[in-house]
C-alpha cells in the first residue's frame, strides 16, 4: 500500500490523527500506547530507525515496532506513543545536545547519531544533517524523555532542485512518486508553486525529458 491507502486503513481501524509534521503525518492507537508515522517521502526517516536499532535500549530512543517501506517512496513506522514535553525541560535537553552536557545515555545517542550522520553524508542526496530542537525532544508514557527525528533533508534545496530539473532528483533519489505529498508543500505552498512543482515532474516523466 501507499501512504494514503495505509492512513485510510488505521482510520478505520481507530487510529486518531494526532499531529502533522513537515514530512508525516502521525496517528494514536486506539489503546493509546503506539504511534504510526506515515509519510510519502522522507530519506532522512531511514537515518533516524538506524540510529533506535544501533542504540536499541537506550532510553532516550523509542521503541520501535514496526518500520516498512511503503509503495512510492513512503514509509510507515509504528513506535510507543511520545506526549509533549515541557517547554522548559525539552529546551534544556536540546541545550545539553548542543553543548556536550547531560548523562551517558544522551551522550552515547549523540555520539551514535555522529556516525549516522557522517554515513549518510557520504550516501543521501541532500543530506543537512542532525537537527535536534525542543519540538524534537519528546516524553514517553513510563516517564522517559525520548528523542525523535534528530536528522533532517536539505528540503529547500531538494524542491529547488525538482523545479530547475526533477530528473536530476529521480535519477539520485529511488521512490520520489509522492515527493508533493508532505504536509509542509501542502500546508505551506501557494497553488501556483504547487502547480509548479506538479509541471516541473510531469516533465521529467516525460519521454523526451530523457
Known amino acids: 500500500?501507499?501512504?494514503r491507502e495505509v492512513t485510510a486503513e488505521l482510520v478505520l481501524e481507530g487510529w486518531v490523527p494526532c499531529g502533522l509534521g513537515d514530512w508525516a503525518t502521525a496517528l494514536r492507537s486506539p489503546d493509546?500506547?503506539?504511534?504510526?508515522?506515515?509519510?510519502?517521502?522522507?530519506?532522512?526517516y531511514a537515518a533516524f530507525t538506524e540510529l533506535c536499532r544501533?542504540?536499541?535500549?537506550?532510553p532516550y530512543l523509542p521503541r520501535v515496532v514496526l518500520d516498512t517501506p511503503l509503495e512510492g517512496g513512503g514509509t510507515l513506522a509504528v513506535l510507543e506513543f511520545l506526549?509533549?514535553?515541557e517547554q522548559a525541560?525539552?529546551?534544556?535537553v536540546a541545550r545539553q545536545w548542543?553543548?556536550?552536557?547531560?548523562?551517558?545515555?544522551?551522550a552515547e545517542v549523540r555520539r551514535a547519531a555522529a556516525e549516522v550522520d557522517a554515513e549518510c553524508r557520504a550516501t543521501v542526496p541532500w543530506w543537512d544533517g542532525v537537527d535536534l530542537h525542543p519540538g524534537n525532544v519528546r516524553r514517553a508514557l513510563d516517564g522517559r524523555i525520548v528523542l525523535i527525528?534528530?536528522?533532517?533533508?536539505?528540503?529547500?534545496?531538494?524542491?529547488?532542485q525538482i523545479l530547475e530539473d526533477a530528473a536530476v532528483v529521480s535519477d539520485r533519489i529511488s521512490g520520489i512518486r509522492y515527493v508533493l505529498d508532505i504536509p509542509y508543500?501542502?500546508?505551506?505552498?501557494?497553488?501556483e508553486e504547487i502547480q509548479a512543482l506538479r509541471d516541473a515532474l510531469t516533465a521529467s516523466r516525460s519521454p523526451r525529458a530523457r
Not at 54 to 58: I, S, T
Not at 89 to 92: D, F, L, Q, T
Open 32 to 44: 493509546g500506547s503506539m504511534a504510526a508515522r506515515v509519510c510519502p517521502f522522507d530519506p532522512a
Open 89 to 92: 525541560r525539552a529546551e534544556e
Open 54 to 58: 544501533r542504540l536499541p535500549d537506550n
Open 185 to 191: 508543500i501542502a500546508r505551506e505552498s501557494t497553488p
Open 1 to 3: 500500500m501507499n501512504h
Open 149 to 160: 527525528d534528530v536528522f533532517c533533508m536539505d528540503g529547500a534545496a531538494l524542491y529547488a
Open 98 to 106: 548542543r553543548e556536550g552536557g547531560g548523562e551517558a545515555a544522551l
Open 83 to 85: 506526549a509533549p514535553l
